[in-house]
Structures are given as structure tokens and as C-alpha cells.
């Protein structure tokens, strides 16, 4: 099982990015009960919960972020999203995708989101 995360970048204050994690490798069994989210690392700090959601229509945000970025989920693909709006400096980040399933935690690489003032 691997999941893959994409769509990081570098952008400017107040612009947008869209975050992809494709699993791969994941039956649909697995993957669709899981809770699916998505963290982030800045330098020299923990690592955050930024959103996570439990299944299609759930959606649960830290509070720095509500407002501004929505995750969303397509079983079929077995995909996350994560949309960033209204970006601010302190958003930046190594953003990490996460699959919790009743076995264990799955991460991917993770992906640098740069936001430049």
C-alpha cells in the first residue's frame, strides 16, 4: 500500500493550491470505512492535524485553518483532497496524507506548500 501526495507548491499570499493523495494498493474495504486527513509539519514544530474526515459527509478542521480549506474524498478512486484557499505564511508546510484503518495508519511522503508573503 502506498499513498502518493501531489499538487504542493509555491504560491502567494491569499492564493489557492489543491493537495491529491492517490492510495494505491488499498482495497475499497480498507480504504472506505477509514478515516482519511491531513497533516503537516513546519519547521522545527510537531507535526498538526489540519482536517480529517471520517466519511463523505463528515469534515472535521483545525480551528487555524476552518473557513479556508476543505478536504474531500472520492472512494471510487480512492483519493483525498485537500483544498487551500486564502493561503497564509504560517500555512507553510510539509502537507502528509493519512489513511486510518481499524489495522493501522498508512502516510504518504509527503508534499512541501510554500506561501510566500
Known amino acids: 500500500v502506498q499513498l502518493q501526495a501531489s499538487g504542493g507548491g509555491l504560491v502567494q499570499t491569499g492564493g489557492s493550491l489543491r493537495l491529491s493523495c492517490q492510495a494505491s494498493?488499498?482495497?475499497?474495504?480498507?480504504?472506505?470505512?477509514?478515516?482519511v486527513g491531513w497533516y503537516r509539519q513546519a519547521p522545527g514544530k510537531e507535526r498538526e492535524l489540519v482536517a480529517v474526515s471520517r466519511s463523505i459527509r463528515d469534515a472535521n478542521y483545525a480551528d487555524s485553518v476552518k473557513g479556508r480549506f476543505t478536504i474531500s474524498r472520492d472512494n471510487a478512486r480512492k483519493r483525498v483532497y485537500l483544498q487551500m484557499n486564502s493561503l497564509k505564511s504560517e500555512d507553510t508546510a510539509v502537507y502528509y496524507c493519512n489513511v486510518h484503518t481499524t489495522y493501522r495508519d498508512y502516510w504518504g511522503q509527503g508534499t512541501q506548500v510554500t506561501v510566500s508573503s
Open positions: 494498493g488499498m482495497i475499497s474495504s480498507v480504504f472506505n470505512p477509514g478515516s
